[in-house]
């Protein structure tokens, strides 16, 4: 698929020329016909690819799908290269899925709210960091440092940000939070097994 775009964007230079020598001789209808195809390759593309992991491209997309639906802005950035690959399977999908859904149900929260997702690289490629940044609405709870759910229902809330803790210091990582002025902000570092 990653292919498929890069093609996609060399060849532009080919489609704009058609099209302008489509333009000079008043074929309208070519041109739209070429252009509504380029339209739908592009959005296809545009919507299976946010980075080259698959695992971590479908989480993304499922995510980024549902919270969309939700009518909440996001904003992803993944850094070509963002290295994950040391990590276990069932690692990334418990980790991502806490940090997304946590940021989620903050937003939803909020009018007019956003979460800005960004996954890149740190000191010549040693560290894989992630950097998820939400509005949220009310107060942060804790106790003896831990955050505490705010949720009514408390049950199995609250484990989920536990849990990403723990698998970030299984790979020796580093996780921070921190909240101010209605924005919080999570930040991992997890040093790349090579």
């Given at each position: 698929i990653e292919q498929k775009q890069k093609v996609l964007i060399h060849d532009i230079k080919h489609y704009m020329g058609h099209i302008?020598?489509?333009?000079?001789?008043?074929?309208?209808?070519?041109?739209?016909?070429?252009?509504?195809?380029?339209?739908?390759?592009?959005?296809?593309?545009?919507?299976?690819?946010?980075?080259?992991?698959?695992?971590?491209?479908?989480?993304?997309l499922d995510w980024q799908e549902r919270i969309h639906k939700q009518g909440i802005m996001t904003d992803i950035f993944v850094e070509a290269g963002f290295n994950i690959d040391f990590m276990r399977a069932?690692?990334?999908?418990?980790?991502f899925g806490n940090l997304l859904d946590n940021a989620s149900e903050a937003v939803c929260q909020c009018e007019g709210g956003k979460i800005e997702a960004q996954f890149f690289m740190q000191n010549a490629g040693a560290f894989s960091v992630i950097h998820i940044k939400n509005d949220y609405r009310g107060e942060i709870r804790q106790r003896k440092g831990e955050l505490l759910t705010t949720k009514k229902e408390e049950g199995y809330h609250g484990i989920g940000l536990k849990n990403t803790r723990e698998i970030v210091e299984s790979y020796r990582g580093y996780m921070q939070n921190s909240y101010s002025d209605h924005v919080y902000e999570t930040t991992i570092m997890i040093p790349v097994n090579k």
């Open positions: 302008g020598r489509c333009a000079a001789k008043g074929e309208d209808n070519e041109i739209i016909r070429i252009l509504k195809d380029l339209q739908v390759e592009f959005l296809e593309n545009e919507k299976m690819v946010i980075c080259s992991h698959s695992l971590m491209n479908s989480i993304l069932i690692d990334i999908i418990a980790m």
